[in-house]
């Protein structure tokens, strides 16, 4: 089954430590709006207490001017005096106004200064949303009859300036705290996840088939898991691979072994047979030169044809069996390789090799299996390169590690040549599955690079084997 990938809705790639801030400062905004609306409720029911007891104490202030004017009546005395009760209150957009029980027009007003508007308009919507009717009522009774009511309330712009005064200064608290705290999550990822570097180097490593990489131990148990999957996974791929390496490398050698018999067995009996068959033809062209001379020609096209046959035979037998490497050694076998290219096509294409370093002390099977890569290379230049030159190059070397560690000793080959190119489906085969085979059972890696009209690159660096390391060292 397969399974979906895990949307990133939309974001794409981010960084986790810039993920959690703004999932921290999204939060944030969340509990701040929540505490604004909180806010707005508590300072609505605060305005409506306040403006209750202001109405109670100007109504109280109102029922005793009443009582005072009923008993003394003074020439400058008038009813109701707002400004004598109202005094102690002068509050922004306060507003208190009598209203006559008998007479709705009889009116008289006391105002304090409001406050300019400076909140923003979405706050300014948002309060009135939560902000019930905003006056106070409040009856004055004299003689157990109403005479009127006094009537508390305050302008909506002054309570919104006052609300947003008030919600800037918790603004500005949460802002700071809030860059403080995503500062602070920040650095804290930051350091958290420095192992994830460890990790993704693993991993490059294993990608460069470098199965020998392990990863430390980490303090967080999240990590210690993935080292715990990641070293078993690194120790899996060693097993198989050295397992498949040997594999194949008996492989090789049964193939070898092979090509050994069959080739002892073609030189004993099938050119035993074709010098036989050679003789006679002679014998017979003897014969015939002076019984029969008519069949001269046919005892010349037999001699011709078991020649032929002959040196097909002879380039088969070189292919199948290789020079003698313990006595000629390498770099002798490449160079009569090369040699008996350059004899077959007699100048086209022009075979060369170069070869630096001593490559002539290296294990016998380790030799053979590099010489049989040179070999199979060379043969794939000639017969489907169409080249005008093709150049061998042999060179051992020493490489430091890229992670600072000892140097390591190895064998690098490369084959190049002008040809056309091969098309990007021949290259799985024309014996670059033997030779990527054979690299890989040497712990090696190969690369091939065809360009259109500019010829082929082949490239192998194979470490040298233990022993021969230890003579270098």
Known sequence: MMRRPISTFGFGVVDLKLRLALRVVALAAICFFLAAICMLIADDRFQRSQMEAIAEVVGKGLELQLEQFSWVRLENTRFPDLELVASPFLLPGLCIEYRAAADATSQRFFCSGTRSAHAPKVFATLYRWFRRDSEVVRPITFGKRVRGFAVVSVDTTSLIEQSWNDMGRLLAVIAVTLTALCGLIYVAVERLLRPTRIIVSGLEALSASDFSTRLPKFDLAELSSIRTVFNSLAETLERTVAERNALTQRLIAVQDEERLVLSRELHDEFAQSLTAIGAMAASVAHTAKSELPALLPECRGISRATAQMMDT????????????????????????????????????????????????????????????????????????????????RVQSHDRTAADGGPKRSEVELLVEDDGIGFASSAKSGMGLVGMRERVAALDGRMSFETRDSKGTRLRAVVPLPSAKREAVA
Do not use: C
């Open 313 to 392: 035979l002879r380039g088969a037998l070189v292919r199948l069996r290789p020079p003698d490497i313990a006595e000629l050694g390498l770099t002798a076998s490449l160079q009569s390789l090369v040699a008996d290219w350059n004899s077959r096509t007699r100048g086209t294409p022009i075979y060369e090799i170069n070869v630096a370093g001593s490559i002539d002390d290296l294990p016998i099977a380790f030799g053979t299996n590099l010489y049989r890569i040179v070999q199979e290379a060379v043969t794939n230049a000639a017969k489907h390169a169409n080249a005008q030159h093709v150049v061998v």
